[in-house]
Structures are given as structure tokens and as C-alpha cells.
């Protein structure tokens, strides 16, 4: 019998664990960003192409970098309320609320996500994750 | 077959001899055409390093050294020599940051945006030019988006957004040197021709007091803002009596504290540059291995995706040593 196979190496072991580890890691990480997008979900719908086009419009007319836009979604309990997520390359995510008053949409706050208005507006930044 | 090959055959040296010719006609060539370039390259109103234009050599240039910025305080820190001569400096003063930069060892490049100008046409455009990468200090946002008033916009000759008397103007000769003023009111001096001018708004600063209404006309001649607050990412470049160029910005400052900064870093004349979170932003590079890692300058900056290394929509100034 070749005692290799039967006696487990140290080395093996040290490894395994790491392994072990990154696995949780991988598995909690996926499991956080789909409780995330169900959340998103269930708070917001994203914009129709419509609603979409008056958003971005909205946001650089208050000379918003469009490009940094990720996505724009709307509450699900008030079709008033919009949040335009956006993603800066230093700051990180930044969420942009919006009201409608009529056609037009304005600008209400802006900031990180979850961090101002009513708790319904964070909620709705939220969905920005 | 001429007289010399013959002679050349006669020898036993045909081959050697021909070879020799070749080679010399090659190298007067080359020669010639080497000559004419570097002419239609000042003709076509390249902007010389200042050094070389003072001494009229076109030296190696020296050593730039770039250090990683400590935390900023009220205190200036060298962030840069040339030479071993300090060539830009750090510092910060109620909520700004600022930059100085000498302008005897640093010089200005006015780059054009990937929209605001185009693509076409200019000697700097929507990113930094491998001919500056090695030599780059520090990038800063540009002014207002072209399309909004009181801006103007030329570069080598080639004019986005024509020029208008009055407005403030960040002038760079063809002498490699940058000044600011306003346009046509005795300015911009005729010793030398221009290269390129930003225009935007009107003095910030000038003859080293603010500007009167920057209290009391924020919105409509200062720039419209994010809520309509005074309070907003603002940036601007002043210049000092010496002639050194000084940048200041910060993410929550009113017109009148910003020029306040830049009167207290001796600016003598400023031009507001960009305003809002999105477009204010700057950075010093640091130069290792490769390309220059860019180091964000203003606290809670949103930056610039690609940190003017990839195409930028707006404008941009380039600060490069010489």
C-alpha cells in the first residue's frame, strides 16, 4: 500500500481550507446579490423606453454625466418617483431621485444610495444596490 | 555605365563601391527630409518647451519626478520638479484644493473634448498624446460644456466655439507660456501669437480682487447647479503676479470661496472652470513602469472614467513638464 494515499499531507489540508473558504465566500456573495435584485424587484420596475428618454433628459439638464448612468428604475407603489443609478469610476454607486410633476421629471436628491428622503425614497435608492 | 563604375569594375571593387554611393545618397536623404519636417512642425505652431525657446537649444529635457501627494494642508508640498527644481505644488484652504504650477518648468495643454470639439482637427484632443504621457504632471476638467453660453474654444487655429470680447480667457502662446484675462480688453498681449484659448464665463478674479456679484448672482452668471445650491463642485485657475499658474477646486464650494482661495494663493486673475459633481475633477500621475497611475486630487471626487488617459467628453488641461 503506498502510504501517501492513506496518510493526508499537511500541505493538502492548508490548501483545502482556502478552498473551502472562497467556495462560502462565492456561494454568500451570490446569495447577497440575488436577495439584492429580488429586493430591487420588488421596490422598482425599470423605466420604459419613455420614461427612460425623460429621465436622461432630466438628468443632464442638471449637467449629469450621462455616461455614467446604470440603470433607471421606478417605484413600484408611486409611478411618480424615479431613481437614476449611477455609477462614478472613484465614488462608486450614486442614486439620483427623481419626482414627476405632470410630464416632467424633477431632480428631488442625489447622493449615495439609501442615505436621504423618506424611507420609501431610500428604499427605492436602494434599489440602485 | 558611367566613368566611376567602370573604374570602380577596373579595381575589382564594383560592388563595395555602389553599396558606398547608396549608402550616401541614403543618408543626404534622410538629411533633407529630416530638415523639412522639423520646419512644418514649428510652422504648424507646435508649442516649444519654454526652456528651449529661452535658450534656443533643443535640449534633452531633464528629469521629471512626480511624488505621490500626502494628505493636503494649508502649507504648500512640492508634487513635482524638474530638474531637481521644484515645479508644482499641493495645498489646500477652506474646502479647496490647489496646485501651483512654475511655469518655467511647466507648460499648459488645452485638449479638446470627445464632444465638445470633436475628434478632428487638433493638436491635443480627447486624451492625453503619447508625446506627453512621459512628461505629465498633473490633468485637470476644462470649462463649461461648449453648447452653454459665455464659452468660446480655439486651438492652433482651428475654432470650435468662436471667441467674444470680454469673457475671461485662458490664453496659450505659441512660446509655450499660458495667461488669463479678459478677451480683447487689452488682452491677450501681441508679443507673441496665440496657440489656443478657453473661454469661459467672465473674471473670477481680477487685478486680485473677486469679482462683484458672486455673491449675488450665483446661479444665472456663475452657473446653474445640482438643487440650485451656491454650495457645489466648483473649479477654477487663477494666475499670480509671477506668472504662475494655480488651479483650485473643491466638492462644496461657493463662487466667492473659491476665489477667495485663489486670491489667497496670490491669483491676481482666475477663470471659473467647470462646475458640479460630475465634471470637476483632478489629478496628479505618478510615473513607475508603463503608463501614469492617476491619483485623485480632490476629496471625494467622482473622477473622470479613464482619468483623461481614455477619451473624455469635455475639455481638458493637460499641466506637462518641459
Known amino acids: 500500500m503506498n502510504d ?7 500541505w493538502a489540508s492548508a490548501r483545502g481550507v482556502p478552498r473551502a473558504a ?8 451570490a446569495l447577497v446579490l440575488l436577495a439584492q435584485a429580488a429586493y430591487a424587484a420588488s421596490v422598482a420596475r425599470p423605466a420604459t423606453r419613455a420614461e427612460r428618454a425623460a429621465l436622461v433628459a432630466a438628468f443632464a439638464s442638471q449637467d449629469g454625466n450621462t455616461a455614467e448612468i446604470r440603470s433607471i428604475q421606478i417605484s413600484r407603489s408611486n409611478s411618480t418617483l424615479a431613481v437614476v443609478c449611477v455609477r462614478t469610476p472613484e465614488a462608486g454607486p450614486e442614486a439620483a431621485l427623481f419626482r414627476r410633476s405632470g410630464r416632467s421629471w424633477r431632480l428631488h436628491s442625489s447622493g449615495r444610495p439609501g442615505t436621504s428622503g423618506s424611507s420609501a425614497e431610500r428604499r427605492l435608492e436602494l434599489a440602485c444596490g | 555605365m558611367t566613368l566611376v563604375e567602370s573604374s570602380l569594375r577596373a579595381r575589382g571593387r564594383g560592388r563595395a563601391g555602389l553599396l558606398i554611393v547608396v549608402a550616401l545618397a541614403a543618408a543626404v536623404l534622410a ?17 516649444p518647451s519654454a526652456r528651449a525657446a529661452a535658450t534656443g537649444i533643443a535640449a534633452q529635457p531633464a528629469t521629471l519626478v512626480v511624488r505621490a501627494p500626502r494628505r493636503p494642508r494649508r502649507a504648500w508640498q512640492v508634487i513635482a520638479t524638474v530638474g531637481g527644481t521644484p515645479a508644482a505644488w499641493l495645498s489646500s484652504e477652506g474646502g479647496a484644493t490647489m496646485v501651483r504650477f512654475d511655469q518655467k518648468l511647466v507648460r499648459l495643454d488645452l485638449h479638446a473634448g470627445k464632444h465638445d470639439g470633436g475628434t478632428k482637427g487638433w493638436r491635443y484632443g480627447d486624451k492625453i498624446a503619447p508625446s506627453e504621457s512621459a512628461r505629465l504632471i498633473a490633468a485637470f476638467n476644462g470649462g463649461f460644456k461648449l453648447t452653454y453660453k459665455d464659452t468660446g474654444f480655439m486651438a492652433n487655429g482651428h475654432v470650435a466655439v468662436p471667441l467674444k470680447p470680454g469673457l475671461a480667457s ?15 480688453r487689452g488682452f491677450p498681449s501681441g508679443t507673441s501669437p496665440v496657440f489656443s484659448v478657453l473661454q469661459n464665463q467672465y473674471l473670477l478674479v481680477d487685478h486680485g480682487v473677486p469679482a462683484t456679484n458672486l455673491s449675488s448672482c450665483v446661479i444665472e452668471c456663475w452657473g446653474g447647479t445640482v438643487h440650485l445650491a451656491t454650495a457645489v463642485a466648483r473649479s477654477a485657475l487663477g494666475i499670480t503676479s509671477d506668472g504662475q499658474l494655480v488651479w483650485a477646486a473643491g466638492e462644496q464650494l461657493s463662487p466667492a470661496e ?3 482661495a485663489l486670491i489667497g494663493a496670490g491669483a491676481q486673475r482666475a477663470i471659473e472652470l467647470d462646475i458640479n459633481p460630475w465634471w470637476v475633477a483632478g489629478y496628479v500621475y505618478l510615473h513607475r513602469t508603463g503608463r501614469p497611475k492617476p491619483v485623485p486630487l480632490i476629496p471625494r471626487q467622482r473622477g473622470i472614467e479613464g482619468a483623461l488617459l481614455e477619451p473624455y467628453s469635455r475639455d481638458f488641461l493637460a ?4
Open chain 1, 22 to 29: 472562497g467556495a462560502l465566500l462565492f456561494t454568500l456573495l
Open chain 2, 170 to 184: 485662458l490664453v496659450t502662446y505659441s512660446n509655450g507660456r499660458s495667461d488669463i484675462g479678459a478677451w480683447q
Open chain 2, 31 to 47: 538629411y533633407v527630409v529630416a530638415g523639412s519636417l522639423g520646419s512644418s512642425a514649428v510652422q504648424r505652431g507646435g508649442v
Open chain 2, 319 to 322: 499641466f506637462v513638464g518641459v
Open chain 1, 4 to 10: 501517501r494515499s492513506t496518510t493526508p499531507s499537511p
Open chain 2, 258 to 260: 473659491l476665489a477667495r
